[in-house]
């Protein structure tokens, strides 16, 4: 198994070491004919529902914090969002410490499929999903030194696009007190999603002591106001009370509102959002679930039908407990869906 130096992943730790530029006008030529010629804000990702593609995209070289209180649904919808980058050929990594990989996965696998997955639609899921799906194998906190380092050790090693970390309370060497702690993390994924031109999107958790009732705005999440200041782009996720569904049997499950989008004009723009508990997807009125990402079935199917081994989507782990002679962690990363061998990075 290969060895990553002490030295090599340092690299991937600096964070500080942000290049200042200083060039002539006639040097961002090129880049504004693109974007008169392309429209400025039509690039990025496009999230699920068709009525937000002319209007809103997770653009890369830019953050978003996705903020709702605990239960609501964000691990899901960061999932739809997940699915439907891969669709549009952004790889991706999952960095969720509060679920296990294989619990991710399955409801992953369950959200493309439309169906609740059994064994036919997890291998469908694996076969779609390689080449485009990492998952950080790791479940309760993570420090702030690590979630860096993986980050830029996957984008250089697997052409990571888009990051999902969720969430900020499992960082565990950033108490929910510690207000200079979480804008250094939020400064911190923001030159790294500028610098590397990825899109990281933070999910937190609403303040406490609101109540379900209450409407969460963008002052409403839990820690420094420079977690909202610092992010392109805001989401939060209202829960219909209950005493409205009681008295409203068709009224949506949730609202997803775009509270803040720095480089685009729709702000406070309100999605309705009803769940299709069968497939764990969030839909707008004007549309249904749909099977993402069917057009590469074709392929797959073609490259299994010429004997192709279908690889494993890929992880990577932290070894715990494991130091070397620096006293430094371990990153282990199993690149059998990289068609590659495995790697321990130090670190």
């Known amino acids: 198994m290969p060895q990553i130096t002490t030295e090599e992943l340092r690299e991937f730790e600096g964070i500080g070491g942000v290049e200042r530029q200083v060039g002539p006008a006639t040097e961002w030529t090129d880049k504004v004919l693109q974007r008169i010629l392309n429209g400025k804000n039509l690039s990025g990702i496009k999230l699920p529902w068709p009525c937000l593609e002319s209007k809103f995209r997770l653009q890369e070289g830019s953050t978003s914090l996705m903020v709702a209180q605990t239960g609501v649904g964000k691990s899901m919808l960061s999932g739809m969002f997940t699915i439907h980058a891969m669709e549009q050929q952004y790889r991706a990594l999952m960095i969720s410490l509060e679920m296990l990989v294989e619990e991710s996965w399955e409801r992953m696998a369950t959200q ?7 064994m036919d639609e997890a291998l469908d899921f694996a076969r779609w999903a390689n080449d485009k799906l990492w998952f950080y194998n790791q479940t309760g906190t993570i420090n702030f030194a690590t979630l860096m380092a993986v980050i830029r050790y996957s984008v250089a090693n697997f052409g990571i696009k888009f990051i999902v970390v969720d ?16 804008r250094r993390l939020m400064l911190a994924l923001s030159i790294a999603a500028r610098d590397m031109g990825i899109h990281i999107m933070l999910i937190a958790h609403a303040r406490k002591g609101i109540s379900v009732e209450d409407k969460l705005d963008i002052y409403s999440a839990s820690g420094s106001a420079d977690l909202t200041n610092l992010a392109s ?36 723009t309100t999605l309705e ?75």
């Open 233 to 268: 782009s805001v989401i939060l996720l209202n829960k219909t009370p209950q005493s409205r569904k009681d008295r409203d049997a068709t009224a949506p499950d949730m609202t997803f509102e775009i509270a803040k989008a720095r480089h685009f004009d729709i702000t406070d």
């Open 273 to 347: 959002l009803w769940l299709d508990t069968a497939s764990m997807n969030y839909q707008t009125k004007w549309d249904s679930p749909r099977k993402v990402g069917e057009d590469d079935d074709d392929e797959t199917t073609e490259r299994k039908g010429k004997g192709e081994e279908a690889a494993t989507v890929a992880e990577i782990s932290v070894v715990e407990g494991v130091e070397d002679l620096s006293s430094r962690r371990r990153i282990k990363v199993d690149g059998r869906a990289w068609r590659g061998s495995d790697a321990v990075a130090s670190g």
């Open 167 to 182: 969430s900020l309370m499992t960082m565990g060497d950033i108490p929910p007190d510690d207000y200079r702690g979480q």
């Open 112 to 118: 493309r499929s439309l169906v609740p997955a059994g």
